[in-house]
């Protein structure tokens, strides 16, 4: 596995980057935001498979290179820093981050965290049960049409621009429309982790998915419980 470590301090890179090769990864480093975008557009070789990215750079915040990283690729993003606060851990999943880690963590849950978000991106291609993706194209719910290979969703034909985690939450309620989802079902599924604080970003995740679609009542609250897909009706036919 290809990983691109962004951090400025050459001396917690240079310990992680022994551990990771140890443990067989192959590892570049970058010192910075400009740095690491260059990488990960222009650094040959095989594409990278994770980002690990810490937020305290010296040209730019890690927020706004996570920002930019999300323009050019959907390479998975795990955030490595020092950052406790639950403010910053749901703004960097917000911006489009497939996990989350504070520092000092425990190197055993780094290396199982990057496997995990490795594996979600991995199966991104494959349908229920590990069949390819191409066998179930597309998901239809009235107006609304989830494109699985391409990850496009169009509502009456319009496409709706979504940011990876809220295309990753509406295609796991419409696989299964009006099945309630525990949250922590949702959160384990989508997210890949039971952090505290999580919660409070799902809500933040389906009130854009409401507000973005413009069908408020797509996405049902159960109170106590979680959420579920109320499928909506499919538009009236013309008029022969």
Request: glycine content about 8%; aromatic content about 4%; charged content about 25%.
């Amino acid at each position: 596995m290809r990983l691109l470590l962004v951090e400025d301090d050459d001396h917690v890179a240079a310990a992680l980057c022994a551990v990771l090769r140890r443990h067989g990864f192959d590892v570049a480093h970058a010192r910075a935001g400009e740095e690491a975008l260059r990488e990960l557009l222009h650094g040959g070789l095989a594409p990278f498979d994770v980002v690990l990215l810490d937020l305290g750079l010296p040209d730019q915040d890690g927020f706004e290179v996570c920002c930019r990283i999300r323009k050019v690729t959907s390479t998975p993003v795990i955030m490595v820093t020092a950052r406790a606060d639950v403010r910053s851990r749901i703004h960097g999943l917000n911006l489009g981050a497939d996990d989350y880690v504070v520092k000092p963590y425990d190197t055993g849950e780094l290396l199982a965290r990057i496997h995990a978000v490795a594996r979600r991106a991995g199966a991104e291609g494959e349908g229920a049960e590990g069949a390819p993706a191409e066998e179930h194209p597309s998901l239809r719910l009235g107006p609304l049409h989830l494109q699985l290979p391409t990850r496009r969703v169009l509502v009456n034909e319009v496409e709706v621009a979504l940011t990876r985690k809220e295309f990753d939450l509406l295609a796991l309620l419409a696989h299964r429309p009006g099945v309630v989802f525990r949250r922590e079902q949702i959160i384990s599924e989508v997210w890949r982790t039971s952090w505290e604080g999580t919660g409070r970003t799902l809500e933040v995740h389906v009130a854009s998915l409401r507000s973005k679609l413009g069908m408020p009542e797509l996405i049902e609250t159960v109170r106590g419980v979680g959420y579920r897909l109320v499928a909506p009706p499919s538009p009236p036919s013309p008029a022969a």
